[in-house]
């Protein structure tokens, strides 16, 4: 089955950070071969022809450059297979319930709409027979209940970032079935990426953030 995943980029960062702070030892696994990752849950029949992440560059600077090493890693290991698609952050006012003072949030902005898109454009050009999600965010329900009833020969898979979970989506998964990917620690430890990498012809080079880097022997 052609297979094509798609990772709600915000829902898996914020679940693997709300991991390691229950299990610092979950702070390895910032820096994954996302495809290699994915590749990990392919059934014999399946193949994989790409893996779609859904982000927005953060505002921060220090957070931007590492997501930025961590993408220019994935694209360099993985190329074609490795699709990232961008929505972006704004900052929205808000108002203090207490000393009702206004301030402004930082909010990501079409991530949603961006997988709705990518889901439905995939199955209504049929380039896809197994679509499988990694979210936990119930507001993708409509598209796939779209997906759903439209395309009733796509299969749809439902795994759920470290930490979180929705109803709604393990009801929209092929046979309610569904993945927790904090139960699959081994398939996060085979994803693991060197420190350094390096393009096959030398000609370009990612870095593990120094604040990413993690010895097992510090503990």
Do not use: H
């Amino acid at each position: 089955m052609r297979t094509i995943f798609y990772i709600d980029g915000f829902n898996f960062y914020y679940g693997l950070k709300n991991k390691k702070r229950i299990d610092s030892t979950w702070a390895k696994y910032y820096w994954i071969d996302i495809v290699k990752l994915c590749e990990q849950f392919l059934g014999p029949d399946d193949t994989l022809i790409k893996v779609k992440y859904f982000t927005a560059p953060p505002l921060s600077l220090g957070k931007r450059i590492r997501q930025s090493a961590l993408f220019k890693a994935n694209d360099i290991i993985n190329k074609d297979k490795f699709e990232l698609i961008r929505g972006k952050y704004i900052m929205k006012p808000m108002m203090c319930n207490n000393c009702k003072q206004q301030f402004e949030k930082p909010e990501e902005k079409r991530t949603d709409v961006n997988i709705s898109v990518q889901l439905l454009g995939d199955c209504a050009l049929n380039k896809v027979d197994k679509v499988v999600l990694i979210s936990a965010d119930s507001d993708l329900v409509p598209p796939l209940e779209f997906i759903k009833e439209n395309f009733p020969a796509k299969k749809i898979k439902i795994y759920f970032p470290p930490t979180s979970y929705s109803n709604d989506l393990r009801d929209i998964s092929f046979r309610r079935k569904i993945v927790k990917l904090e139960n699959n620690r081994n398939n996060f430890e085979l994803a693991i990426m060197p420190t350094e990498v390096v393009k096959s012809d030398g000609s370009d080079t990612a870095i593990i953030p120094a604040s990413w880097i993690y010895d097992d022997n510090s503990r």
